[in-house]
């Protein structure tokens, strides 16, 4: 019980210097956002290639020394195929995200800084998910 409480510990405390990150960065800000999609500012293309880069060398490092998750576990990376599914799926992503200046990860960073309007767009992408496995089974895989 109480390694539970402990481990659900890390990861609150994880997850809110991410969400501080998130604040700090301006990534939560509808503005940087619509500024990025009419292609008005770097910014946002800046912290999105920095992140992609870090992914890069972190999946390079665990690849090239075997590296185990904190619980000793191998990590197991399985290569993906292509589908037409993955392009219909990040065209409404990015619209989503463009309409309403919040992708998945910085809503609760967004909500937390007192935009409480994000809940309707908490909401629209759990209900998003939702439909998405009612329908999973007759969408293009």
Do not use: D
């Not at 210097?17 to 770097?42: A, T």
Request: charged fraction near 15%; proline fraction near 3%.
């Amino acid at each position: 019980m109480m390694k539970t409480i402990m481990n659900n510990f890390k990861y609150l405390v994880v997850g809110v210097l991410f969400g501080v990150v998130f604040v700090k960065s301006e990534v939560i800000s509808w503005f940087r956002i619509q500024e990025m999609f009419r292609l008005q500012s770097f910014h946002m293309y800046g912290i999105i290639g920095s992140a992609v880069i870090v992914g890069m060398i972190s999946v390079w490092l665990i690849k090239k020394f075997n590296i185990k998750t904190i619980y000793g576990e191998k990590i197991e990376l399985h290569p993906k195929t292509f589908n037409k599914g993955q392009i219909y799926g990040s065209l409404i992503f990015g619209f989503g995200w463009a309409i309403t200046g919040a992708c998945p990860g910085p809503l609760f960073a967004q909500i937390g800084t007192g935009a409480t309007v994000i809940v309707v767009t908490l909401l629209s992408a759990i209900a998003g998910t939702w439909v998405y496995g009612l329908l999973r089974e007759r969408l293009p895989h």
